[in-house]
């Protein structure tokens, strides 16, 4: 069974940085496509960051471009996301997620889920 397990939110000041980490587990990923959706209270579940798990190539929304890097590990079976100059606007629950072959930028394309991990930027 596959298992995606997000940590490493927490609550940081404006203009601050965090890095968010996906343990993916149950099999191999190669074909994979990971992201990463994040979702405010009120509000839909938003694409964030997508990543190839074979190739490493990255595509990420207009919103975060420029300041969050997704990456991942294939030793560790691990997917980073770098948040760096973070936004009030970008407080939500950040959630990984992954599905087979290759996905866009929609939620029901991605069939594996975490749990989420909440992210809180204070101004």
């Known amino acids: 069974q596959v298992q995606l397990v997000e940590s490493g939110g927490g609550l940081v000041q404006a203009g601050g940085s965090l890095r968010l980490s996906c343990a993916a587990s149950?099999?191999?990923?190669?074909?994979?496509?990971m992201a990463w959706f994040r979702q405010a209270p009120g509000k839909e579940r938003d694409f964030a960051a997508r990543?190839?798990?074979?190739?490493?190539?990255?595509v990420y929304a207009d919103s975060v471009k420029g300041r969050f890097t997704i990456s991942r590990d294939v030793a560790k079976n691990t997917v980073y996301l770098q948040m760096n100059n973070l936004k009030p606007e970008d407080t939500a629950v950040y959630y990984c997620?992954?599905?087979?072959?290759?996905?866009?930028?929609?939620?029901?394309?991605?069939?594996?889920w975490g749990q989420g991990t909440q992210v809180t930027v204070s101004s």
């Open positions: 990543i190839t798990w074979t190739t490493g190539s990255t």
């Open positions: 149950g099999r191999t990923f190669s074909g994979f496509s």
């Open positions: 997620a992954a599905a087979y072959g290759m996905r866009w930028n929609i939620p029901s394309d991605y069939n594996y």
